[in-house]
């Protein structure tokens, strides 16, 4: 845990700097018919975040792990940028998904899930693992971007599934996650109740950016030989991250459905509905941090203590259920709110 407590330590020092820096160049998130807070809050959070995460990584890592890393550190360092160039001064999403790209296909390509010896039964295509690989990559990135619209919900998500994978990895992963957990749960202090300054895309896109690494490193780690069925680990860690994946799809078939541009933003997301349905911030983030644990915990059952071999078409049908059931009583709780506010 000392990686944990190193970059918790190092965020909780970092914040109060980044804040002030950030009211004193006005880098505030300014409110709009889009967004949810009526205050100016200081954002560059990631600023502190990936501080806290560099300097424990060098100061606790061991050569090894260093070298281990060195290309995924360079390609985190490249989404960092990206981020902040969008906290400075937003770009178009074109340009910002071009920029995530460098990064994502070069540690797509390098850290290609082995599908082939994971699951031979869906992956007999010639080089069927790099597309895959690259597509959840983008997928994960963009989800926990796109998720973070309320307090702590990127961070609390993030947290939690660095901690499974830091759990269930390789020593190696085991110092990246939990050093990147506890910077989390430092920044977490500073933006989940009363928040005094807001993550940024500086924040959001390393969160995925690591959990899509971590992914294909257990991947890596644990081959199932001639299985049908992927190994325990990657589908945990895939529960604990369903809530972002749903959102983006989910609201990305809305924005398609309605002639938009996927990436475009909206007031759509399940945390939208959440308080459109009474409640706080911090009441929409626990609902939606539970439903992430309900789901690894259901996944963690079918894979550990079923009595029989559990397939793969039904783990993977099962993982994001709770998400779609979630999701249909929500809205039904919604349409009704909105029709009795139009009677009025």
């Not at 600023?47 to 890393?69: E, N």
């Not at 989940?192 to 390393?206: E, Q, R, W």
């Not at 049908?317 to 059931?325: D, E, G, M, T, V």
């Amino acid at each position: 845990m000392e990686p944990f407590f190193a970059a918790f330590l190092f965020c909780l020092i970092l914040t109060p700097a980044v804040i002030r820096f950030a009211a004193t160049r006005r880098l505030f998130d300014i409110p709009d018919e889009r967004k949810i807070h009526s205050a100016e809050i200081p954002r560059l959070g990631g600023v502190a975040i990936m501080g806290a995460l560099l300097i424990s990584t060098l100061l606790i890592a061991g050569p090894d792990t260093l070298i281990h890393l060195r290309y995924f550190l360079a390609g985190l360092l490249i989404l960092f940028f990206v981020g902040l160039w969008d906290d400075m001064q937003p770009v178009s999403p074109f340009i910002k998904l071009l920029g995530e790209s460098i990064p994502i296909v070069l540690m797509s390509w390098f850290n290609r899930m082995p599908l082939h010896e994971l699951a031979p039964d869906i992956a007999w295509l010639p080089g069927f693992e790099f597309p895959v690989t690259l597509f959840l990559a983008f997928w994960i990135v963009n989800a926990f971007n796109l998720i973070d619209g309320i307090n702590g919900l990127a961070g609390s998500i993030g947290m939690i599934a660095l901690i499974g994978m830091g759990i269930m990895g390789e020593p190696d992963i085991y110092h990246l996650s939990f050093s990147f957990a506890g910077a989390l749960l430092a920044f977490l202090f500073f933006n989940f109740l009363k928040p005094k300054i807001f993550m940024g895309d500086c924040g959001s896109l390393p969160i995925g950016y690591t959990l899509a690494f971590g992914m294909t490193q257990l991947s890596f780690h644990n081959h199932c030989g001639t299985s049908t069925i992927l190994p325990e680990e990657p589908l945990i860690a895939f529960s604990l991250m369903i809530v972002p994946l749903f959102d983006m799809v989910r609201v990305f078939f809305i924005r398609i459905r309605h002639q938009k541009n996927p990436f475009s933003g909206d007031r759509n997301h399940l945390h939208h509905l959440l308080l459109e349905n009474g409640l706080s911030h911090v009441g929409a983030t626990l609902q939606l941090v539970g439903l992430s644990l309900l789901s690894a915990g259901i996944t963690t059952y079918l894979l550990t203590w079923c009595d029989k071999e559990v397939e793969l078409v039904y783990i993977l049908f099962l993982i994001p259920l709770p998400a779609l059931l979630f999701t249909a009583v929500l809205w039904s709780r919604v349409t009704k709110l909105r029709k009795q506010k139009n009677h009025l």
